[in-house]
């Protein structure tokens, strides 16, 4: 597994795709941040770092799957798959060392935004005068939110031979399953089972840790949603050994 994790790690890092990927969402946000109108915290009047938390999470539904489309869509076009399949190694460790490293480039995008927090902190009347408690929640809202876009795509990855297909399915899936049901729960004719619906969605658990208390019903919430979509991943792969 380890030496899978260090092979995804080498092949993002080496190919020109990989920074392409990390600069274009650095500058997106960025531009959010401190750019353009009406979301620019020079605009706010106080120290405030909501718009990067507010932006990054559909940059990051590009992102994710951009990072994942080729980690088993590329192994089944050019047959490398079936050869990595039969080595000492079971199909779970072979989806977590793609995974983990996929979630460590994601974690390794959002690292330079410290320096937006940074500045921020500073650029108050009075240094300091900014809620750190929600800052630091809404990085790990922002980290967890990045492991399950990225449980996603490496479940598209698994079903289709083409990365482009892969990407456009696992963005499909990752807006679907970050603002379909907040879409859904709020129908009037949902009305009764509009707050159950809204708690299926990512996005309601991604605010609950970004107000700053990490509750344990959100954490187990993104362990067991990743948890399924690497299961669904490993069920794909062992369709496709034994079928």
């Not at 092949?11 to 600069?23: A, D, K």
């Not at 401190?34 to 106080?46: A, K, L, Q, S």
């Not at 951009?66 to 869509?73: E, G, H, N, P, W």
Request: charged share 10%; proline share 3%; aromatic share 16%.
């Amino acid at each position: 597994m380890i030496n899978i994790f260090r092979k995804e790690i080498n092949s993002f890092l080496s190919s020109l795709i990989g920074y392409v990927v990390i600069g274009v969402f650095l500058i997106l946000t960025g531009l959010f941040v401190w750019v353009f109108p009406e979301t620019n915290v020079m605009d706010y009047g106080y120290a405030n770092i909501d718009p990067l938390f507010i932006t990054a999470p559909w940059v990051l539904m590009f992102l994710a799957p951009a990072i994942t489309m080729k980690l088993f869509s590329e192994e089944k076009k050019t047959g490398t798959l079936e050869i990595l399949t039969t080595k000492p190694i079971t199909d779970l460790q072979i989806i977590l060392g793609k995974y983990l490293a996929a979630l460590c480039l994601i974690v390794f995008a959002i690292f330079p935004t410290l320096i937006y927090f940074y500045s921020v902190y500073n650029l108050g009347f009075e240094p300091g005068n900014i809620d750190t408690g929600a800052a630091w929640g809404s990085y790990i809202g922002l980290i967890f939110l990045g492991a399950a876009f990225a449980s996603i795509g490496i479940l598209a990855s698994t079903l289709s031979e083409n990365q482009i297909v892969a990407f456009i399915l696992a963005v499909f899936l990752c807006f679907v399953l970050y603002s379909g049901f907040d879409s859904l729960g709020s129908i009037s004719s949902f009305s009764k089972l509009g707050w159950f619906i809204q708690v299926i969605g990512i996005n309601s658990h991604y605010t609950s840790i970004s107000r700053g208390v990490v509750d344990s019903k959100d954490v187990i919430y993104f362990l067991s949603f990743i948890s399924l979509f690497l299961l669904l991943t490993n069920s794909v792969l062992s369709r496709r050994r034994w079928g």
